[in-house]
């Protein structure tokens, strides 16, 4: 008996050994499934993130290697003459690059001021419980999609500008010395000065709620030292606020312009796509982004299609830069205030 | 003499404050008419064309009745490919940003160009995907048109996902690992979860983003007057048919374009305000 009994244990021992070294691999195998796994999604998240880099790299790639036909042909003439012919084959930018900057500076030279205006009465006088239905109202103009103003302003606006801004302007402003030329010519209701207008409806938003946060975030220190010493509302916004905003708010500002210069459809509606260079703001004209809408399915020929990537490269370098100069600005004032 | 010029000093500054007031007043009124009166004119041109044919109806040719029914299923099926193909990638790279490489050189790279992109000009995202998609297999897609639209969804989901994970408690990531949470899984089971309202909201707003964008449909997507699923042809979606309809001379079509803006407005709009109601929920315990 003893001798067997002895086996057993040893046996229930040896057992005992192989169950645990079992149990040592499956869980060193699922440490390692896990392992796998952990650094499978690790990469992929990195690899995502590379993702949106090359994304970026790609766009400038296929727009440079798209326009490479009409940069060779036109060379740097074509960033300085206003021809337009399709049916000749001569190309050049002039005129869309005019009508973009004419129309953004039309955008910028009223929406920033209103937008200023607009956080300046969010900030100091607006009572808390309108702070934030009113905050949201401004957020929804930013939210309603291109093509909603582009119809509303063929249909509505520029036939009320027609009829009632237009003549006006063409009639005091119009006869006035220096800035006469800028009012002339028949009043169509379509043009650049109707398109400058829509923008600056449409980037007001991104100015006003960029101003808003960044006026939100001057300490209250500051302000209240000057309330202290006696000064009016607006002397706190003007002396104290917006100096100390001043970065964020040109980020904010760059930021619209960003988005007046690239806006596609609300333009096209209203633009009159004609390619000249005129003085009159009332004049039709285009803009890139709306020639390229307006153009590129219908245009014939390998030329003609890269010469309007070549439009669409030249807007994605000017956006570029502007982007990146409002980004840096924000960055800085993030880091000022964080 | 000098009480009297401090008072006049005192009045001028009294005054220029109570100016500066109303103007801001204004220029507030200023900014609200113009959504009132956008909203306005929708309503006023739109709804009368509202009806049942609308939703079940095709585009019709000029001088005839119709609806929209396949422009809605095209941006829907645009939408849903855009999202599908959007999403994991920006939520992967924002995950990136938050949890791997917080303090990478990588990750403050790829925020800058993130941000860029999120802003810059959709007609250039057109013309992208035209050159690496639609040139090449030689016509227009509906898919060329989803990864358009995908593009655009991305940098929106990256900037929500890194913003939300970047709030998520760090004693939740160290609670994880200390009972021996893999990391990923720290990631996907815990982090996800408490940063889930606001990501779902990032993905509501690129919805929001994309379901009104026309410019980078015109030349990937095209359009298709008929009935078609394909994503391998051309499809219609509705705001490339308002743009089409509306600068079309026949009232029939001009109606439907309201209609058309009627309808995605609304979209638009409930989707953000459902988009700030979820975070607003979220901020309250």
């Not at chain 2, 009972?179 to 990032?202: E, K, N, Q």
Request: proline letters at 5%.
């Amino acid at each position: 008996m003893e001798p067997t009994q002895r086996r057993s244990v040893v046996d229930v021992a040896l057992q005992e050994g192989v169950i645990a070294s079992v149990e040592a691999v499956t869980r060193a195998k699922v440490l390692d499934r896990l392992r796998l796994s952990d650094a499978t999604f690790r990469h992929m998240t990195r690899a995502a993130a590379f993702g949106v880099l090359l994304l970026l790299g790609g766009v400038i790639v296929a727009l440079i290697e798209g326009s490479l036909l009409a940069l060779r042909t036109f060379g740097v003439g074509f960033l300085t003459t206003d021809r337009w012919n399709p049916v000749t084959e001569k190309f050049g930018a002039l005129a869309p690059i005019y009508g973009t900057v004419v129309t953004s500076f039309i955008a910028m030279l009223i929406a920033v001021p209103v937008g200023l205006m607009i956080a300046f009465f969010l900030t100091e006088l607006c009572p808390q419980w309108l702070r934030r239905p009113i905050g949201i109202a401004i957020e929804l103009l930013a939210g309603i999609p291109s093509i909603i103003y582009g119809i509303w302003g063929l249909f509505i606006f520029a036939p009320f500008l027609q009829g009632t801004l237009q003549p006006f302007l063409i009639k005091t402003v119009g006869a006035a010395p220096v800035i006469g030329p800028l009012f002339t010519g028949p009043p169509y209701g379509i043009g650049m000065l109707t398109a400058g207008l829509i923008l600056a409806i449409m980037v007001l938003p991104f100015v006003t709620s960029i101003s808003r946060d960044v006026f939100e975030a001057v300490p209250a220190v500051l302000k209240e030292a000057a309330y202290g010493v006696g000064c009016t509302t607006w002397e706190v916004v003007r002396y104290v606020v917006l100096p100390y905003a001043r970065v964020g708010v040109i980020g904010g500002v760059m930021l619209g312009l960003g988005r007046a210069l690239g806006e596609t459809m609300a333009v096209t509606f209203v633009i009159g796509n004609a390619h000249k260079v005129s003085a009159s703001l009332l004049a039709p004209s285009t803009t890139i982004s709306a020639t390229i809408a307006n153009e590129f399915t219908e245009a014939v020929g390998d030329l003609y299609t890269s010469s309007l990537i070549a439009l669409g490269l030249i807007l994605f370098v000017i956006t570029f830069i502007v982007l990146a100069v409002a980004r840096y600005m924000l960055l800085r004032i993030e880091r000022r205030i964080g | 003499m000098i009480g009297r010029r401090l008072t006049a000093l005192y009045d001028s500054r009294r005054r220029r404050n109570a100016i500066a007031k109303v103007l801001s007043l204004a220029a507030t009124l200023f900014g609200l008419g113009w959504l009132v009166l956008i909203l306005f004119a929708l309503l006023w041109h739109g709804f009368g064309g509202l009806s049942l044919a609308v939703f079940t109806e095709m585009t019709p040719p000029p001088g005839s009745s119709g609806g929209l029914l396949n422009p809605i299923i095209g941006s829907l099926m645009l939408t849903i490919l855009a999202v599908a193909i959007g999403t994991p990638i920006g939520i992967l790279a924002g995950t990136y940003m938050a949890e791997y490489g917080r303090h990478d050189r990588l990750t403050s790279v790829v925020r800058f160009i993130n941000d860029i992109l999120l802003s810059a000009p959709s007609i250039v995202v057109g013309l992208f995907i035209y050159e690496v998609m639609v040139a090449p297999m030689g016509h227009f897609s509906g898919l060329a048109g989803g990864v358009a639209l995908a593009v655009i969804v991305i940098p929106v989901v990256v900037r929500t996902t890194e913003d939300m994970l970047t709030l998520v408690p760090n004693s939740l990531r160290e609670a994880a690992t200390s009972i021996g949470l893999p990391r990923s899984m720290a990631i996907t089971r815990i982090c996800y979860r408490a940063a889930r309202a606001g990501m779902v909201t990032g993905v509501l707003l690129a919805v929001a983003r994309i379901s009104g964008e026309t410019a980078p449909l015109l030349f990937t997507a095209l359009n298709n007057q008929f009935w078609s699923t394909n994503l391998n042809a051309p499809m219609a979606s509705l705001p490339v048919v308002i743009f089409q309809f509306a600068l079309s001379p026949y009232p029939d079509w001009q109606s439907l374009a309201w209609t058309g803006a009627l309808i995605i407005t609304l979209a638009v709009l409930a989707l953000s305000v459902t988009a700030r109601s979820l975070v607003a929920s979220s901020k309250q315990p």
